[in-house]
């Protein structure tokens, strides 16, 4: 069974630029989040979607934002791109919303900012 | 405000060690989850354990152990007999169900280094 698969793994982008990911989730889960991971910061949540809406929203700005698709794949899309966006972006999905709740990780989309 | 909080930042010991990484939680709701999540050097977060809010019985699988005390709002993460291939950053974190879907929060994680 394949795993979660997130596209791009590396990418650089300049400040005020925007980036797009992608991420796969395992075949039969529908629900994706989304994490930034940066140094002594850990994991910090960035969203849910669950059949195509988003069902929560960590305390991250605007400038971020994402969308589920029918086939459970879902984008996540940074605009106006900052230095301190430089992170490690993580996709997890998981089978529902409910239930036992472990979250399946992809290996992250690398974003260096210049 | 810090929902998971993770004290040790970096841990070493010695091979065949026992090591216990803390993890400390804050929440008024009565319905949670806590998990522990293993990052090993190749990146990817590996699932190790759940529980949820009404279950504090401790539980060992091989040389891991886990002690839930809701009393002091702990979900504690001890290994046993450590190895080399335990060297990974260890993160806890805690799901809320919300009306809606869930919010999840993790720690900054605990670098564990087991030297050989």
């Known amino acids: 069974k394949a795993g979660v698969t997130q596209t791009p793994r590396y990418l650089i982008k300049t400040r005020g630029q925007q980036v797009t990911l992608s991420c796969s989730p395992i075949?039969?889960?529908?629900?994706v989040s989304w994490y930034q991971q940066t140094p002594g910061q850990g994991l910090q949540f960035l969203f849910e979607?669950?059949?195509?809406?988003?069902?929560n929203k960590g305390n991250f700005p605007g400038r971020f934002s994402g969308r589920q698709f029918s086939n459970s794949r879902s984008e996540m899309n940074v605009s106006t791109l900052e230095l301190g966006d430089s992170a490690l972006y993580l996709c997890?999905?998981?089978?529902?919303?409910?239930?036992?709740?472990?979250?399946?990780f992809g290996e992250g989309s690398r974003l260096t900012v210049l | 405000a810090q929902k998971v909080t993770q004290a040790q930042t970096e841990i070493s010991v010695v091979e065949k060690e026992d090591v216990t990484l803390d993890c400390v939680y804050e929440?008024?709701?009565?319905?949670?989850?806590l998990f522990w999540y293993k990052q090993p050097p190749s990146g990817e977060l590996v699932f190790l354990i759940r529980?949820?809010?009404?279950?504090?019985q401790n539980e060992i699988s091989g040389r891991y152990s886990w002690n839930f005390q809701k009393s002091t709002s702990s979900f504690n993460f001890t290994i046993t007999a450590s190895q080399v291939v335990d060297s990974a950053v260890y993160f806890c974190?805690?799901?809320?169900?919300?009306?809606?879907?869930?919010?999840?929060?993790f720690g900054t994680g605990t670098s564990l280094t087991v030297i050989p």
């Open positions: 997890a999905s998981s089978l529902d919303l409910r239930g036992t709740g472990e979250l399946f």
């Open positions: 075949s039969g889960h529908r629900s």
């Open positions: 979607y669950f059949s195509e809406t988003q069902r």
């Open positions: 929440t008024r709701d009565t319905t949670y989850y």
């Open positions: 529980r949820n809010s009404f279950d504090e």
């Open positions: 974190a805690l799901r809320l169900p919300t009306l809606t879907g869930n919010q999840f929060y």
